[in-house]
């Protein structure tokens, strides 16, 4: 045994807005038919005029927070439910504004106090580098409890002509506490597989706003302010990247792959999910898959899927969990753990 980061707490939010595949197909050349059976995306939540990713991360912020009080009141471990979160690292690339980080804004509106608080930014990958991040922070001994989010709100950045990354992406944020605990608990998070390759930075983009454009006197060209995907190879890039991470890690772990009872893998696309699935030997019942309802949400995803599960009860405490996800950069990364009893409350949408 030896002291590990535990998982806590979940929580997540979603916009009220829903966009249907219908309400696409009336703005663009599309249909619910291609979206459906290209992607599995049936809906996508987007943010009203003047809302942020901030406004999303406070709201699950505050829900994964009431979810660890809970979840340490009921279970007597010994753990005080009050004991106070010493750090924050929020997961976003599209954050309220390019600088300062968003984090320090959401932490100080959660009634935080003056913790440490910072972005990390891989996209897709987001979420488990910064579980990643807070867990090493933990076992370090630098943090004792921390809130780790993950919220995007790609509707902001797509182009509203682009009909391909329309079909795709969702608003949304989710969120975990962790705590200092111990290797042997239920909710420790037992290994991660991280890696990134640059030579694919172009493939997952926004051309316009950083210093590569912005040294150069005079606006962005057209239409470079927006995101833009090159589908195609992402695709091959994410089948093989998460299938490799999830090998690496199981074998670090020590589990085979039937071992496992969830794989939560970035909701990307469903056929993603069904061939990542084939490379590990899964079988469909330990996919878990929401994209149907809240589409790719970036690096809200893997949480959201977490707590769309747990709400489903579809995952239930004791079973074998490993996260997988991809996104820009290129990055991939991988944890696992096996899941606590968790006190979540209702969804917040
Ligand atoms: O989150 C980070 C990681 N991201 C991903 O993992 C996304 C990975 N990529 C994908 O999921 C898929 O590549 C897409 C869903 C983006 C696209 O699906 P695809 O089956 O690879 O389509 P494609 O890009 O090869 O395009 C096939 C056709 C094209 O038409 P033509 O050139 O064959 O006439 C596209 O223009 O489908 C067309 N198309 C659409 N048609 C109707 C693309 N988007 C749409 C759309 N509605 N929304």
Same mark, same amino acid.
Request: charged share 25%; net charge negative.
């Given at each position: 045994m030896s002291r590990a980061a535990v998982l806590c707490g979940l929580g997540g939010s979603l916009p009220e807005r829903i966009v249907s595949n219908e309400e696409l197909a009336e703005q663009l050349d599309t249909s619910d038919r291609w979206i459906r059976t290209r992607t599995g995306i049936g809906q996508r939540h987007v943010v009203a005029p003047g809302q942020s990713t901030s406004d999303l991360a406070v709201a699950a912020g505050a829900q994964a927070l009431a979810s660890a009080r809970a979840t340490a009141g009921r279970a007597d471990d010994g753990v005080d439910p009050v004991d106070p979160v010493d750090l924050v690292v929020l997961a976003t690339s599209t954050p309220d504004r390019p600088c300062p980080a968003t984090a320090p804004d959401v932490a100080h509106r959660l009634g935080l106090g003056h913790v440490p608080s910072f972005d990390v930014s891989a996209v897709c990958t987001g979420f488990v580098y910064a579980l990643a991040t807070a867990a090493s922070m933990i076992t370090a001994g630098i943090a004792g409890r921390a809130l780790v989010i993950g919220a995007d709100t790609f509707s902001t950045i797509?182009?509203? +002509?682009?009909r391909t990354t329309r079909a795709i992406f969702g608003d949304g944020a989710g969120a975990v506490v962790l705590r200092a605990g111990d290797? /042997?608990?239920? =909710? +420790? !998070? !037992?290994g991660f597989d991280l890696g990134s390759d =640059?030579? /694919?930075?172009?493939?997952?983009?926004?051309?316009? =706003?950083g210093s590569r454009q912005r040294s150069v006197p005079g606006p962005a060209a057209e239409g470079e302010e927006f995101f833009t995907m090159d589908g195609r190879p992402v695709f091959t890039r994410a089948v093989l990247d998460m299938s490799r991470s999830s090998q690496s890690l199981l074998e670090r772990v020590g589990w085979s792959a039937a071992e496992v009872d969830k794989v939560v893998a970035h909701q990307a696309n469903i056929r993603i999910l069904n061939a990542v699935g084939e490379q590990l030997g899964l079988?469909?019942?330990q996919i878990v898959a929401n994209l149907d309802r809240? =589409?790719?949400?970036? +690096?809200?995803s893997i949480p959201l899927a977490l707590r769309d599960a747990v709400a489903g009860g579809e995952l239930q405490p004791g079973h074998r969990v490993l996260l997988t996800g991809f996104g820009g950069g290129l990055t991939w990364g991988s944890a696992a753990l096996v899941w606590p009893e968790l006190e979540t409350g209702r969804p917040h949408r």
């Open positions: 797509l182009d509203p +002509a682009d290797s /042997g608990e239920p =909710g +420790a !998070l !037992l =640059g030579s /694919g930075a172009d493939l997952i983009t926004v051309r316009a =706003g079988e469909e019942k809240v =589409g790719n949400t970036v +690096a809200a």
